[in-house]
């Protein structure tokens, strides 16, 4: 990997800007519990934290034709309120602010659709990233690099001109998709062309810290 050519930082949210775990169970849980059924096994909690909201509720709801009373109950129950069950990773603020003192752009590509905007609000991030590319914004969402591309293609940028930074299998095939530097996040077992367990750690390797 390249720093002297880097351009920008890009993150994914869940796992990585964010602890979201145990929002995340709680809200398909309640979901799931609304229509008895029972909450997230450990096979299923890994797969909806990579997944957008449409392919969770299609994946835990398969006996379903109409997934519309599904739909509803989630417009019902809405995700702000689990909001606070979220942690913010530490020196994440800290780093946002080395990255732009040294000119890089900071992005967000995240599977999250309507709630990440409330969700840098909340947490008042806002004025931290540059640009944020949610799955709503994309044709396909990952593991498609529509979402990094889409970042590239609005700074002009090319894929060695790109950290992206994500802790999933579906971050990894984006990234590699793409054609961008894939910096794996706590996540050792991952393919990736660095492994960092900390922002400070992402700090050192990108020389933000020097």
């Not at 591309?149 to 994500?166: C, R, T």
């Amino acid at each position: 990997m390249n720093i002297s050519k880097i351009k920008a930082v890009v993150f994914d949210c869940d796992g990585v800007l964010f602890d979201t775990g145990l929002a995340n169970r709680k809200f398909y849980d309640e979901v799931l519990d609304r229509f008895d059924k029972p909450g997230l096994t450990r096979e299923q909690f890994k797969n909806v934290h990579m997944m957008t909201v449409g392919a969770a509720v299609e994946y835990l709801f398969p006996e379903l034709e109409d997934l519309t009373p599904v739909y509803t109950c989630l417009k019902q129950i809405g995700y702000h309120k689990f909001i606070p069950d979220m942690k913010m990773e530490d020196g994440l603020v800290s780093l946002l602010e080395k990255i732009k003192k040294r000119g890089w752009v900071r992005g967000i590509a995240t599977n999250r659709t309507d709630t990440m905007e409330k969700v840098l609000k909340e947490f008042h991030l806002d004025p931290y990233f540059d640009i944020v590319v949610t799955a709503r914004d994309v044709d396909k969402a990952k593991p498609h690099p529509d979402e990094l591309i889409k970042i590239m293609d609005h700074y002009d940028l090319s894929p060695h001109e790109m950290v992206f930074l994500g802790d999933s299998d579906f971050d990894r095939q984006a990234a590699r998709r793409a054609g961008t530097w894939f910096i794996a996040f706590r996540q050792s077992s991952l393919d990736a062309d660095v492994h960092v367990d900390s922002m400070d750690g992402l700090g050192d390797v990108l020389r933000l810290n020097e």
